[in-house]
C-alpha cells in the first residue's frame, strides 16, 4: 500500500517567490494535515481537512499561505510570496477518521523548503 | 494551550542497552499520547500510543509510561539496536496533535 506521498522533496527559490507542495494522501483517508517542521524542532499544524472542508486553520498564516483540497482527496499548500523564515520541511499526513485529532496519522516524507 | 517537552536533546546508549526518553505536558486534561520516530529524510513514524485510563502500555520492544499526576511520560526501548538512531517525539493530542521538541537517539556499538 502507498504511503503519504508529497512533492516536490526539496525546493530552493529566492524571496518573494511563490512556491507550492502537493500532497496526495492514503486512499480512504478522509483527514488530511499540513505540518511545518523547523530545524530541530517538532512538526506544527498549520491546516486540518475533513473531506474539502478546512475544519483548522487557526495557525495558517493567512496573509502569504493558502491551501486547498478540492475533491476531498489531493491537496496544495501554497505560499506567495516566500520569506527567508519560510525554510522548512513541510509535511503532509492523513488520516481515517474525522473529528478529534486522535486517529492515527501517517506521514509523508516531506518536502524541504529553502528561502534564499 | 498545551506544550510539550522533551528532557534531554540527545540521547546516547551502546547497543544492546535499554533506553529511556522522556517527556512533560502542562495540559492535565490531555487524553491521548504519541511517540514517533522520525529517521533522516523522512516524516515521522508512529511507535506507540496511550490513552490518559492506561498508566502502560507495551509494544515490540518498546513500553510506554504515562504518569497523569506529574504529567509526564516516557518511552522505553529494550536492546537498542543500530536502526534505532533517530529523533523520537512525543505527542500530546486534545483536539489536534502537539509535539515536542524531539530527542535525538545515538546508538553505539
Known amino acids: 500500500e502507498a504511503g503519504v506521498v508529497q512533492s516536490p522533496r526539496y525546493k530552493i527559490i529566492e524571496k518573494k517567490q511563490p512556491v507550492a507542495f502537493w500532497c496526495n494522501p492514503i486512499?480512504?483517508?478522509?483527514?488530511l494535515y499540513w505540518y511545518r517542521q523547523n530545524l530541530g524542532q517538532g512538526p506544527e499544524l498549520l491546516i486540518r481537512?475533513?473531506?474539502?472542508?478546512?475544519?483548522?486553520d487557526s495557525q495558517l498564516p493567512k496573509d502569504r499561505f493558502s491551501a486547498e483540497r478540492l475533491k476531498g482527496v489531493d491537496s496544495t499548500l501554497k505560499i506567495q510570496p516566500a520569506e527567508l523564515g519560510d525554510s522548512a520541511v513541510y509535511l503532509c499526513?492523513?488520516?481515517f477518521g474525522r473529528g478529534r485529532s486522535n486517529n492515527e496519522q501517517f506521514f509523508g516524507p516531506g518536502t524541504r523548503l529553502t528561502v534564499l | 494551550g498545551e506544550s510539550v517537552g522533551l528532557h534531554l536533546p540527545t540521547l546516547s546508549v551502546q547497543e544492546g542497552d535499554n533506553s529511556i526518553i522522556n517527556c512533560a505536558y502542562s495540559?492535565?486534561?490531555?487524553?491521548?499520547f504519541i511517540w514517533y520516530k522520525q529517521e533522516s529524510g523522512k516524516g515521522p513514524q508512529f511507535i506507540i500510543d496511550?490513552?490518559?485510563?492506561?498508566d502502560k502500555r507495551q509494544g515490540q520492544r518498546v513500553t510506554v509510561l504515562l504518569n497523569k499526576t506529574v504529567k509526564h511520560l516516557s518511552l522505553q526501548i529494550a536492546a537498542t539496536q543500530p536502526g534505532d538512531s533517530a529523533v523520537y517525539f512525543c505527542?500530546?493530542?486534545?483536539?489536534?496533535?502537539?509535539f515536542g521538541t524531539g530527542t535525538r537517539l545515538q546508538v553505539f556499538p
Open positions: 486512499s480512504g483517508h478522509n483527514t
Open positions: 499526513a492523513s488520516s
Open positions: 481537512y475533513e473531506n474539502e472542508e478546512a475544519v483548522d
Open positions: 505527542a500530546v493530542s486534545n483536539d489536534k496533535l502537539i
Open positions: 496511550i490513552r490518559s485510563n492506561m
Open positions: 495540559n492535565s486534561a490531555s487524553d491521548y
